[in-house]
């Protein structure tokens, strides 16, 4: 019955899961009021744990591109928008939408 | 020829579309929608649910979100949905709910006597991500009602098909209240209510999680209340996380959102109370506040990065969150500029967030040391304190299971916390004894 995503697809959760925690570290660290920076970064890490835990890190995994919260969220979305539909977890589309929701806060209402 | 898995990968795609689109959907193409979906859920589990067994916990699922979804649908004549089937046939039989299920054969082209019961399906040359996603959900319900009379994959290709199409259903529902009508906003409501309650029930049963009750799950809009958008956003936020927390094993992120958004709260509350006209007992009230809201925030740093319990948090709680957030920045944009009324009120509204607040952080410390103890918490081995024993994992990044000595810290620091909510919470209770005080306390 039980389901895992395929070793593609756990590559591109495993990129997805940097990009969330480069937004809410840039979030938490640039933010010009430290009580928004903190809360938006706590709500990009709320929805990065809707997402599967990858095991096995790398230990040298490529840096990331530098930018700012926007940045990260978008490429988190675009990440995980190249997963394989049925390769990835039956609710990735709603694991999208959160990070969508975030990415909007941050460009139109300039929560972070 | 289109296979089942090949339309479930189109609709998935094109729900990426749908949430890119800023299109307004109107009443007439969620309607359509929302007709394919119904009949792709009832052809799934087919005639009187015979195409799944009795007594699997996913069959049961199947069968109670075809039999439980919401109603009336609107359908021709009071009949089924109608299909792109050039041949008139019977209709099916009527459901216990008094909605006319669409067997095979059922469904019809002719138009229904009242045009206004009439679903209108899209053209198929439509552009649009709506009226295409239509398009192929409909294909599907096409295809998984003519596979009633050939090999039917088993119950898990059914569920994991079924999940993928629930999971674009709650978004595309999720994406008309946004850009639809207000006005029709409560049938995209109630069905995406439905589907993300089926998802979050069935989700834990293909990726082996504890299981999850369907009947027992919360739905936000149900404790929509209020007279402001704070209030309902604090009353929303106040009723997800309780139930977050009434779960065996939550998740630890929820856990950890607490505290995160317990110094958010606080702060903001130290905010409004500053800019008032205030006496002493509201200065005292405003430096407790700030205290309290430094100790979460240093409970929140002391969180262990990757603690997981391998349970998700709800897209309940996490939409709460979000509506939380924005609504406490709102409060904190114009706190300088409020009349005294609307300070009171606000007072009020934020203040009924720290004594929820309060209960919530007591409630989601008391997990740590059980969690932690049952082996249910799991971290990154290079996150946590080496041993011999973890020395390979965390020369391979993997996972390792956390014992209470790991987050000892963690719990210190959340003790404090509390302590220092706890106190601010009770300065609020007293000030309602005193004859000028702020109503902020009466909620307490």
Known sequence: MTRTPSPRANALIGLAHRHLDAAAETSQLTAPDHITGDAFGGLIQLAAATLPIVDEALDEEPALPAGDVADHLRSALDTLDQIPPLEGPTDLQLCAWHVHELLRMATQTGAA | MSTVNQLVERITVLTREVRSSDEPVTEMQWDAFDANLHRFLVGTIGPQGSRVPTGEPCADILRELSDRYPHPLRSPGGRSPERNDDSARELG???????????????????????????????????????????????????????????????????????????????????????????????????????????????????????????????????????????RAVSAWSYASEVELRARIPSTESLHMMVNQGAHITATLAEVVREAKGDDDRRGARADLVHASQALGAADKAWVPGLTSLIKPSADFITASRGLFLALEEVRA???????????????????????????????????????????????????????????????????????????????????????????????????????????????
């Open chain 2, 93 to 231: 039989k009527p459901s216990t709910q008094g909605v006319t299920l669409p067997r095979r054969g059922a469904l019809r082209l002719v138009a229904a006597p009242d045009p206004r019961e009439s679903v209108t399906l899209p053209d198929a040359t439509d552009g649009r991500p709506i009226a295409r996603i239509t398009c192929a959900l409909g294909a599907l319900a096409d295809l998984v009602d003519v596979l009633e009379y050939q090999q039917v994959p088993d119950t898990s290709g059914v569920a994991v098909n079924t999940a993928h199409v629930l999971a674009s259903a709650a978004i595309v529902a999720r994406h008309t209240l946004a850009c639809g009508p207000l006005a029709a906003g409560d049938r995209p409501l109630a069905v995406g209510n439905h589907v993300e309650s089926a998802l979050a029930a069935m989700q834990p049963l293909l990726e082996s999680a504890p299981v999850r009750s369907f009947r027992g799950l919360p739905s936000v809009a149900d404790v929509d209340i209020g007279d402001t958008s704070l209030d």
């Open chain 2, 334 to 444: 114009r706190s300088d500029r409020f009349t005294e009324p609307e300070r009171e009120q606000v007072a009020q509204s934020v203040g009924q967030a720290v004594a929820t607040l309060s209960r919530r952080v007591a409630a989601a410390r008391a997990f740590l040391q059980p969690l932690a103890d049952g082996k249910a918490l799991y971290a990154p081995a290079r996150q946590v304190g080496g041993s011999p024993e973890r020395l390979n994992d965390q020369l391979k990044g993997r996972y390792v299971t956390v014992e209470y000595f790991d987050i000892k810290d963690l719990d210190a620091a959340w003790r404090t916390a509390g302590v220092a909510t706890q106190s601010a919470t009770a300065l609020l209770v007293r000030r309602t004894t005193g004859p000028d005080s702020w109503r902020a306390a009466t909620i307490c």
